[in-house]
Structures are given as structure tokens and as C-alpha cells.
């Protein structure tokens, strides 16, 4: 597996982090780069998705407006930035990616980094 996520840490609530997920050239291009997350006791759920050309890009219905996913292909990096943070975000946030078109499921994606944890305080 060559992605390596980072950036996680503890935050307070209505703060920012910026995740990144750095691959290696074979595995970047021209995948689908997406973040996922799972909080304990919970399923991983899809988090946001983003296209090669970083055109197109696809968001969970809870953190649209708040987390922007972007990626430069120069430096093989996608990265998501997360604003007005809640508690409800504390995970542990991990990448993935897929060729072919957008998938929002776990299952969608076969290459997967290891997790960067983030905690959100109230």
C-alpha cells in the first residue's frame, strides 16, 4: 500500500485541520482519490471524493460546506481541509483510492492508507 495519511490531532470545536495523503506516483494517477472515517463503534462511512483533474468532487451530506477535499497531482497529495469542526467529526480519517468513477462505499475502493486520528473537543 503506498498512501500515507497525516495531519490528524486534537482540536477544539469550530476549529480546522487540514489531512493529507501523500501516494506514490503508480498509485495517485489517474485514480479517485477519496477520505473516508470511522469513529469508534461505528462503520467507516464515505467523507468526500475527488476526480484526477480535480474537477469533480463528492461530499457526505454532513460536511458539505465545511470540509473541502483538493489534490495536487505534482506532489501525488490529496488533501482535506475541515472547518467548524464538531465533536461528531472525531475519527480516525483514512484515504483511499479507486480507478474509474466516483464511489461513495467502502467496498468501491481496493487501495487504503492507514488512519490519522482526529479528535474534535467539545
Known amino acids: 500500500v503506498q498512501l500515507q495519511a ?13 489531512l ?5 506516483a503508480r ?4 485514480y479517485v482519490m ?14 468526500a471524493a475527488i476526480n ?3 474537477i469533480s468532487t463528492s461530499y457526505a451530506d454532513s460536511v458539505k460546506g465545511r470540509f473541502t ?7 501525488n497529495t490529496v488533501y482535506l481541509q475541515m472547518n467548524s469542526l464538531k465533536p461528531e467529526d472525531t475519527a480516525v480519517y483514512s484515504c483511499a483510492a479507486r ?3 466516483f464511489g461513495t ?7 487504503w492508507g492507514q488512519g490519522t486520528q482526529v479528535t474534535v473537543s467539545s
Open 99 to 101: 480507478g474509474g468513477g
Open 69 to 75: 477535499i483538493s489534490r495536487d497531482n505534482t506532489k
Open 52 to 54: 484526477w483533474g480535480g
Open 27 to 30: 498509485t495517485f494517477s489517474p
Open 6 to 18: 497525516s495531519g490528524g490531532g486534537l482540536v477544539q470545536a469550530g476549529g480546522s485541520l487540514r
Open 34 to 47: 477519496a477520505w473516508f472515517r470511522q469513529a469508534p463503534g461505528q462503520e467507516r462511512e464515505f467523507v
Open 105 to 111: 462505499s467502502v467496498n468501491d475502493y481496493r487501495l
Open 20 to 24: 493529507s495523503c501523500a501516494a506514490s
